[in-house]
């Protein structure tokens, strides 16, 4: 059996947390996973990542790397890592602070 690999052509939303690749000769879903979407960067209808883009929009440099990690951070506490991930967030909040200063 002779395997061709093609590139995809797209990858879009199927479902809350679910997403599509395709090309012209297939489509397949693509699974859950740490990497692609993960749970924890979600909430409802909202990925992490667009929110980040978002709020750094017009930031440059030390302050949009903290105003997305504290952002992040608190994103995600009650998901991963609880109170660290909130000691991380202020972390980055005291550095900004600091920054702005």
Known sequence: MKV?????????????????????????LLPESNVNHPKHYTKGDIECIDALKAATVGKTGIEAVCVANI????????E??????????????????????
Request: proline share 2%; charged share 30%; net charge positive.
């Open 80 to 101: 991963k890592n609880g109170a660290e991930d909130c000691l991380k967030a202020r972390w980055y909040l005291d550095r900004l602070i600091e920054e702005l200063k």
């Open 4 to 28: 061709t690999k093609t590139p995809l052509e797209s990858v879009e939303a199927h479902s809350k947390n679910q997403y599509v690749a395709y090309n012209s000769s297939f489509t397949m």
């Open 71 to 78: 952002i992040k951070y608190l994103w995600r506490y009650e």
